[in-house]
């Protein structure tokens, strides 16, 4: 049974051209991640929501934008993909509050810039 | 800082036998989380373990086990009787216990191939 689910697994698009990633979760965890992982290197994180609550990480570059409209999506938008963009992105999702949990891992979308 | 060190960037061996992946942090917090997480050719990451800073107890789950030392901010993984299943890449990582902000600091992952 999936429990995050990212779509669509593989992504191709152009430099320049707006793209979406989407994230869905049916754990009902209240935080949301989204890491860039390039190639052969560890996963970033990009940000992530606590509830509502959007919280960017300080070197995320303003051409990656986030939206969560309820508990169980969250997008990734990116406005102007570059080719230094293509890489592997992992949404995650944790059910925050007094105990800490693990993040659980979606599948992960490819972007390919061309 | 919090800072990951897998010094091992690939690791090959033949199948059965056992490998250690290598982990040391860096953290100035006095309360934190170590985790590692397999992540295969499918891509996704695969939670393996959880660990807190006031519990170096080693655990031994199957084949898995985990070796969690203060003294010398280690918290190694061993694979006993590897199998071809095995084959991934393995990532260590780090949190500070920030409820509401779990943040992930990972290692740069150590490829591991068992070689029939």
């Known amino acids: 049974d999936a429990m995050v689910i990212q779509n669509p697994r593989y992504q191709v698009t152009q430099f320049g051209k707006p793209v979406t990633l989407s994230c869905s979760q049916t754990l009902n965890h209240n935080v949301m991640y989204w890491y860039q992982q390039k190639s052969s290197q560890a996963p970033k994180l990009l940000f992530h929501y606590y509830d509502k609550d959007f919280n960017n990480e300080a070197d995320t570059p303003d051409n990656f934008q986030s939206r969560r409209p309820n508990t169980s999506f969250c997008f990734l938008d990116i406005r102007s993909p570059g080719l230094g963009d293509a890489a592997m992105y992992l949404c995650?999702?944790?059910?925050?509050?007094?105990?800490?949990?693990?993040?659980?891992f979606g599948p992960g979308t490819r972007l390919t810039v061309l | 800082a919090q800072k990951v060190t897998q010094a091992q960037t690939e690791i090959s061996v033949v199948e059965k036998e056992d490998v250690t992946l290598d982990c040391v942090y860096e953290?100035?917090?006095?309360?934190?989380?170590l985790f590692w997480y397999k992540q295969p050719p499918s891509g996704e990451l695969v939670f393996l373990i959880r660990r807190n800073s006031f519990d170096e107890q080693n655990e031994i789950s199957g084949r898995y086990s985990w070796n969690f030392q203060k003294s010398t901010s280690s918290f190694n993984f061993t694979i006993t009787a590897s199998q071809v299943v095995d084959s991934a890449v393995y990532f260590c990582?780090?949190?500070?216990?920030?409820?509401?902000?779990?943040?992930?600091?990972f290692g740069t992952g150590t490829r591991l191939t068992i070689i029939p």
């Open positions: 995650a999702t944790v059910a925050g509050g007094l105990n800490y949990n693990e993040q659980f």
């Open positions: 990582a780090l949190s500070e216990a920030n409820f509401g902000n779990e943040k992930l600091t």
């Open positions: 953290t100035r917090d006095t309360t934190y989380y």
